[in-house]
Nanobody
Framework: QVQLVESGGGSVQAGGSLRLSCAPSGYTFSNNCMGWFRQAPGKEREGVAR????????DYADSVKGRFTISRDNAKNTAYLQMNSLKPEDTAMYYC??????????????WGQGTQVTVSS
């Protein structure tokens, strides 16, 4: 069974940084593309960043380009989201998911509990 565990969230002031981690299990991590998503209260879940199987190709939502960096360590079965220059509008629950490469569509419809990011002004 696919499981996804996110961690690393917290409360920071605007301009601060956080590094999120995603530790999936139940499938071969290196065979699949990964994505980070977020959902703010009252809003739909949106794709934030995605990464290819080997990590050589990444894509970002316009709202986070230049501030967030997605990466992965296939030896550790872990994906990361480095978030810099955080803004109050980045406040949301953040989730990782297995996605179809080059798409925001989820490959496995499994979601973890997420990790909360709160940015104060």
């Amino acid at each position: 069974q696919v499981q996804l565990v996110e961690s690393g969230g917290g409360s920071v002031q605007a301009g601060g940084s956080l590094r999120l981690s995603c530790a999936p299990s139940g499938y071969t991590f290196s065979n699949n593309c990964m994505g980070w998503f977020r959902q703010a209260p009252g809003k739909e879940r949106e794709g934030v960043a995605r990464i290819s199987t080997g990590g050589g190709s990444t894509d970002y939502a316009d709202s986070v380009k230049g501030r967030f960096t997605i990466s992965r360590d296939n030896a550790k079965n872990t994906a990361y989201l480095q978030m810099n220059s955080l803004k109050p509008e980045d406040t949301a629950m953040y989730y990782c998911a297995v996605v179809w490469c080059g798409s925001w569509r989820v490959y496995y419809n499994y979601w973890g509990q997420g990790t909360q990011v709160t940015v104060s002004s």
